[in-house]
């Protein structure tokens, strides 16, 4: 990444002088992915590689959802997010009173939150979740019936894939709700060789035109590993430019579809954040002992 090279330069520095790891979604741009990320995934490897990691000082190149689960798992680092504006239209969708108002209304049963929630929404949750083992999360459970919350496209999808009942919550994606199964077929009638990956934050009849549905992770090793012709991730638009950068032989139908949030984290401000130590993830400690207990449920799992 030849034109941001002395920002680059200076955050490997910084890093090694802060005893630092650098954590990036695969949503973050591909000077940041490629560039300076030390740990790179989907928010389920993210939360498990934080929770094995021996650095001083972590820096969550994502949202500020990603950030506290971090701090959940390392209570006792310094976790950093480079802009603590970087939020989720999921994770502003619900409150702990709404869970606890949905408690009230289903006696009994569990509630099962997908991770892009503040700390204070995990809090009330029996165990959390990401789209890469809903499913898996939900079956472990052995009940009939789970409250999924806030997404309420995810709690189809999992409702479609498992016999356990789903009461969902009505969050969406602001990015993922704007794709259409319209769109996917417009691109197929283009592109007759396209194939279609679609994560679970997307409306029904995306995945219903999707060949396959799953987390950025899957996409990912799904691409790496059938290396389709041309390719369609019905997702945020950096992934495709990050393997684009690794898979020059196939091609991206790729329209430009930005999460904003993930989008506020830029190279100068991880080199500000490691310069300053700051902003830092601080959670109220009855609040973070309460979410951690579903966000470790979640990762024994497996
Ligand atoms: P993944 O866990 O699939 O990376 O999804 C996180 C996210 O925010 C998707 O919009
Ligand atoms: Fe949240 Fe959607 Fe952005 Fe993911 S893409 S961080 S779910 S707003």
């Known amino acids: 990444w030849p034109g941001y090279a002395p920002e680059i330069d200076a955050i490997r520095a910084l890093k090694r002088e802060r005893n630092a790891v650098v954590l990036a979604h695969n949503y973050q741009a591909p000077e940041i992915f490629h560039g300076v990320a030390d740990i790179q995934g989907d928010s389920l490897a993210l939360a498990r590689q934080a929770a094995d990691c021996d650095a001083d000082v972590l820096v969550v190149a994502g949202v500020h959802f990603m950030a506290e689960t971090a701090k959940l798992v390392n209570p006792d680092k310094t976790v950093l997010i480079p802009d603590l504006r970087a939020g989720c239209s999921l994770a502003e969708s619900i409150t702990a009173e709404d869970v606890r108002a949905l408690r009230a209304a289903h006696p009994g049963v569990p509630v099962v939150t997908y991770v892009n929630t503040s700390a204070a929404v995990k809090a009330e949750s029996d165990i959390c979740c990401t789209s890469g083992n809903a499913v898996a999360v939900v079956e472990s459970l052995g009940v009939p019936r789970v409250i999924v919350l806030p997404d309420g496209y995810l709690a189809h999808h999992v409702a479609r894939n498992t016999a356990v009942e789903v009461i969902p919550w009505t969050g969406t994606c602001e990015v993922h709700a704007r794709f259409t199964g319209a769109e996917v077929e417009t691109f197929r009638a283009r592109f007759p060789s396209l194939t279609v990956l679609a994560h679970p934050e997307c409306p029904p009849d995306v995945l219903d035109a999707a060949d396959h549905v799953g987390s950025t992770a899957q996409m990912i090793a799904y691409v790496r590993r059938e290396r389709p012709e041309r390719v369609f991730l019905v997702t945020e638009c950096s992934?495709?430019?990050?393997?684009?950068?690794?898979?020059?032989?196939?091609?991206?139908?790729?329209?430009?579809?930005?999460?904003?949030?993930?989008?506020?984290?830029?190279?100068?401000?991880?080199?500000?954040?490691?310069?300053?130590?700051?902003?830092?993830?601080?959670?109220?400690?009855?609040?973070?002992?309460?979410?951690?207990?579903?966000?470790?449920?979640?990762?024994?799992?497996?």
Do not use: Q, W, Y
């Not at 684009?244 to 830029?266: G, N, S, Y």
């Open 239 to 302: 992934m495709s430019d990050n393997i684009a950068a690794e898979l020059p032989d196939v091609a991206f139908v790729k329209p430009c579809t930005v999460c904003p949030h993930m989008k506020r984290i830029t190279l100068p401000r991880i080199r500000h954040a490691l310069e300053m130590l700051a902003p830092r993830v601080e959670l109220d400690p009855d609040i973070a002992e309460r979410a951690r207990r579903p966000v470790e449920r979640m990762l024994a799992v497996g």
